[in-house]
Nanobody
Framework: QVQLVESGGGLVQAGGSLRLSCLAS????????MGWFRQAPGKAREFVAA???????YYSDSVKGRFTISRDNAKNTVYLQMNSLKPEETAVYYC???????????????????WGRGTQVTVSS
């Protein structure tokens, strides 16, 4: 079982930046594909970005060019740098993991087996 703990959320003005972190434990981190998802009030949880165990990165079209996912295997941590934030990106951001996930499935919520509790990101207009 993988335990995931997110941090770094908060309140930021539109156009601002935040960096989220997710610390993983319980499995060799290098075997984990790591994803970031978000869920706004009243909406379904959606894919944001992924950094697979094979070293590939993927982004949703809505964040491409503004968000950057990275990972530090020595620290068992994945990061999400979010720039040029928009009010509509206010949501709870979740970190998720999957062992040896096929890259082609890295944007699929149902493929991730372990989830953090989430961190709130609020973007004010």
């Amino acid at each position: 079982q993988v335990q995931l703990v997110e941090s770094g959320g908060g309140l930021v003005q539109a156009g601002g930046s935040l960096r989220l972190s997710c610390l993983a434990s319980g499995r060799p981190f290098s075997f984990l594909s790591m994803g970031w998802f978000r869920q706004a009030p009243g909406k379904a949880r959606e894919f944001v970005a992924a950094f697979t165990w094979s070293g590939a990165t993927y982004y949703s079209d809505s964040v491409k060019g503004r968000f950057t996912i990275s990972r530090d295997n020595a620290k068992n941590t994945v990061y999400l740098q979010m720039n040029s934030l928009k009010p509509e990106e206010t949501a709870v951001y979740y970190c998720a993991s999957a062992v040896l996930l096929d890259d082609s499935n890295s944007n699929l919520l149902g493929q991730y087996k372990n989830w953090g509790r989430g961190t709130q990101v609020t973007v004010s207009s």
